[in-house]
């Protein structure tokens, strides 16, 4: 049985169900919300998603999210580009800016090695990051990848790469508890991990 | 500091935490999502957002959502319009028609009446109830209001003045819930579901 009385609505709440971590009562709650504010501001959320998909970039040089071919962090020139971070996706990069503690450049990798997801070195931005160092002049890789199976495999994929081609490389201080995600930690032990980075060692 | 690289990203997300339950985290999360979809996804999904509020109507007769003048419940001929079930909004009309126990109408309110919070009588669609009791044939009205004490404000002023122009009011049984044990029923729901005891029968 239709339970809903109006397309429009159902619509809205099937489209705002499919959102990770919103269900269909969440949904529905969401949908009448949206119905009791302003044209106005139904209007700026329905446009916002439409063009943060439509009209954004990813940073040519570090795959950051961005709003020109190179994003506001690699075009900072008080930033330190001999120094690179190496991050799983887009929320580590916000985790780590918020944590004040890092002023070099990131590289946004895409993803980690997960064969159990059929995700292999070649679908992660890796080849770009070895493109990089060959460019650029780093001095040091800073690897903050989840500590995960799938982010130890891609840690010690890229130290193979990349140890001949640049005199250092570290990993974040395993002050974030194992398990959790980058964005998950609090920014104090996020902080302290990146400024109590160790050698990388296997 | 502004921790997002992107202006879009940090407009999706500033929208997104507006929403009720929804905090800045979890719209990060969302807009991240959206933007690992295919462009058509953010489209259907921001369209359906923009067009439920700009071109939903509401029912002319019972208020409740609709995509006509009329709406769905109230132009269906097998619906049975001498029982009235009047309800807060359009949620509680969603959750009756799922028990698809109720063949009669709605009216949906918009509210219940509130003192504390500025929502008096006349700020519910108390008025075309009363209309509707003189135009068309009702037997019953059905009092499905919260059991709070502003359902009850309300369902009281409704009771006064529809008494005299309607056959029955009714209200709907409060009691311990279907499949609870009685240990985790409140108090109170547990004490009116003894005074309010039926007859037994199998």
Redesign the interface.
Known sequence: ?N???????E??V???S?????GRR?A????????K?D?A?????????????????Y?ERCH????ADI???CSDSKRDTSIICVVE???D??AI??T?QFRGVYHVLGGVISPMDGVGPGDINADSLVVRLSHENVAEIILALPATTEGDTTGFYLFKRLNDKVNSISVISRGVAIGDDL?FADEITLGKSITARVPYSR
């Open positions: 049985m339970t809903y009385s109006s397309r429009l609505l619509e809205a099937s489209e705002l499919k959102l990770p971590g919103i969440t529905v709650r969401l949908a009448l919300h949206i119905l504010q044209v501001k139904s209007e700026s959320l329905g446009n916002a998603i439409i063009k943060l998909r439509s009209e954004v970039k940073c950051n999210i961005s709003d994003c506001a962090i996706d887009v929320r990069v916000m800016e918020n004040g964005e």
